[in-house]
């Protein structure tokens, strides 16, 4: 894969700063590549102490895994609860006899398992190598590299606010939500070249830098390449936002978001989808309607040529979306009997985050509808 540096204008903005510092790096090699290595640890905080209750999370094959940890068995291994994107299995933590091996054991369906082998190392991401037995008593497929954490020992950023500039280290796992979607990586290398394998088939991988103005995360694959920039006034607490870039045509998508950890960091979160004419929403986006009237904010699922669903804001009420080839409408159906409404059309949805029209309003079903000033709508999934 090859990427061409535009020459960069006499004076950069951050963000454009900011992505000559990615590119400059490996990330694009390693998109080819996809060859990584455990980083050797050392340290004295060996094996590292488990209990009933406590939630490990390993960074392996492209995906994160969350594993709860039960009683010991008669072996005296940790029983282990696994969530993986595939669902839940069972698994043990097991430490070899010479106490400088300490493997996550997965059995999977016809008799192999999946084995994260952390070597000895100081925590509190413990690094290991990732292989796959096909049969249980038949040899290892080595799969590249696998993390482990104690969920509540990672760094302070997951807790309070993090101190500026951003401190970025390998052996952090990072989840960033795009509107496209959420992807999760565990970070490699040096401090001013980090990235971490996202998926290998299609290979895909993500890229972290940090500086005084920006901290920003680039998704590379083979097809797209796209940014997610986080300035200082986004930084504030476990969860934190920014704008997307589209790199190769340099526009916004809209918002995004960050979290070091697992992806379900940010389940619950939202970002908005940089307005496009058509309008193109999906089952369970989110619409927030903003009127001189009122704010209105909701979920809306496909009705047949409508999308609605019940919502809440100044006065709770029904919204329902229509869409045809030259404008847009978002009406809210109040409980009180009184219609709020946002008309857009195309020359609406040029703005990077959010659509703009005009506001409508009605005392009731049988009134007529007038105009009632500005409105504001955005769309976030």
């Keep these: 894969m090859t990427t061409t540096v535009r020459a960069q204008p006499t004076r ?3 963000r454009r700063a900011a992505v000559a510092r990615l590119l400059a790096g490996a990330l694009l090699r390693a998109v080819a590549a996809l060859s990584t290595a455990a980083s050797a640890q050392s340290g004295a905080s060996w094996p590292p102490a ?14 994160t895994w969350t594993a709860t940890a039960g009683k010991l068995d008669s072996d005296g291994d940790r029983e282990l609860q696994v969530g993986t994107p595939r669902g839940t299995q069972k698994g043990w933590l097991v430490l070899s006899n010479d106490k400088t091996l300490w493997s996550l054991l997965t059995p999977q369906p016809g008799g192999g398992y999946w ?19 096909a049969k249980t008593d038949g040899p290892g497929e080595a799969r590249g590299t696998c993390t482990g954490q104690l969920q509540g020992r990672a760094a302070p950023a997951n807790t309070s606010a993090p101190s500026w500039p951003y401190r970025l280290a390998a052996g952090q796992t990072w989840s ?51 940014l997610c920039v986080i300035e200082r ?16 045509s340099e526009r916004s998508l809209g918002q995004c978001s960050a979290a070091q950890g697992p992806a379900s960091a940010l389940a619950s979160r939202v970002v908005a989808v940089r307005p496009s004419w058509p309008l193109a929403p999906r089952d369970g986006d989110t619409w927030t309607v903003t009127t001189p009237l009122g704010s209105w904010k909701g979920s809306l699922k496909a009705e047949g040529d409508l999308w609605q669903g019940r919502v809440s804001g100044a006065i709770p009420g029904e919204m329902l979306l229509k869409i045809t080839p030259t404008s847009a409408v978002l009406a ?34 049988d009134a007529d509808i007038e105009e009632a000033g500005a409105c504001s709508a955005v769309q976030e999934r």
Excluded: H
């Design 12 to 14: 950069r903005s951050p």
């Design 50 to 63: 488990t209990a009933e209750g406590q939630t490990w999370i390993f960074s392996a094959a492209g995906e």
């Design 115 to 133: 084995a994260c082998r952390l070597e000895r190392g100081a925590g509190p991401v413990y690094s290991g190598k990732l292989s796959f037995f």
């Design 176 to 226: 960033v939500k795009m509107p496209s979607g959420t992807v999760t990586a565990t970070l490699e290398g040096q401090p001013e070249n980090l990235s971490g394998i996202i998926s290998r088939t299609p290979p895909a991988v993500l890229g972290a830098v940090a500086d005084t103005t920006n901290l920003t995360f680039m998704v590379v694959s083979q097809t797209a390449e796209q």
């Design 332 to 365: 809210i159906f109040a409980d009180d009997g009184r219609i709020f409404g946002c008309r857009i059309d195309q020359l609406g949805t040029i703005a990077p985050d959010k659509m703009s029209g005009d506001a409508l309003y009605g005392k009731n079903a």
């Design 233 to 248: 006034a986004g930084a504030s607490g476990a969860v934190l936002t920014g704008t997307a870039y589209d790199m190769k």
